[in-house]
Structures are given as C-alpha cells and as structure tokens.
C-alpha cells in the first residue's frame, strides 16, 4: 500500500486589469470623518452603510463606492453612507495583494510555518 501525497494541477492565472480609482477627492467626505459621505432623504427609512478598502487593498469595492458617488446616488428613503475605512493603507498599499504600476498583481507567498 503506497502513502503519498496527491498532487494537484496547478491553478489558472488570470490577469486582473482594474485600475485603482484616485481617492483624493473622496478624503473630505461630508461628515467630519475622513472618506465617509452621506446623504438623507427627506422621507423616512433605513440607513444603509457600504464600506470599502477596509485594509486598503481592496480596489473593486474603493472603485463601486468611486463610481456610485460620481453618479450623485442619492436616496429616496431614509440614509445613505459610503465610507473609504482605511485611506491611509490604500494610499500606501504594501500589503499583498497590492497593485503596482496601475494595475494588480497577484504575487504574493504565504509567510513560512514556525516550527514548534
């Protein structure tokens, strides 16, 4: 009886091509808080909260929130906040993964298992 360990095929590349969108102009925000904004109806309703870069690396959610502001969306009912959490790492993104040169590169190695 033979005890090895299944290999598996390695996993697909794919390249990711999305742009990080320029922040700068969201940093103010209208609340008090750096990169958060929000709006209210004049009629009643629920207050929904988005939330994007939460550790600064996240482009996809920093470009929907980018793009919903642009847009002037604003409610019909009730509250309205979009929130950039963590400027400060996106504006310095190190932490993999991260884009460089304008586009996201998915190069990352997991950080070796300490002996015990």
């Keep these: ?3 090895g360990t299944a290999t598996q095929p390695p996993l697909p590349r794919f390249d990711v091509k999305l742009r990080p969108p320029d922040l700068a102009r969201r940093t103010a925000g209208n609340t008090g808080i750096p990169g958060f904004h929000s ?3 004049d009629a009643a309703g629920p207050h929904v909260l988005l939330l994007a870069v939460v550790h600064g690396n996240e482009i996809a959610g920093a470009i929907a929130l980018d793009r919903l502001l642009a847009a002037g969306l604003r409610p019909q009912r009730g509250r309205l906040s979009l929130g950039f959490v963590n400027l400060a790492a996106y504006a310095g993104c190190g932490t993999p993964p991260c884009w460089m040169g304008g ?3 998915w190069n990352w190695t997991a950080p070796a298992k300490s002996a015990r």
């Design 1 to 3: 009886m033979e005890t």
């Design 103 to 105: 586009a996201v590169r």
């Design 39 to 41: 709006f209210t109806a």
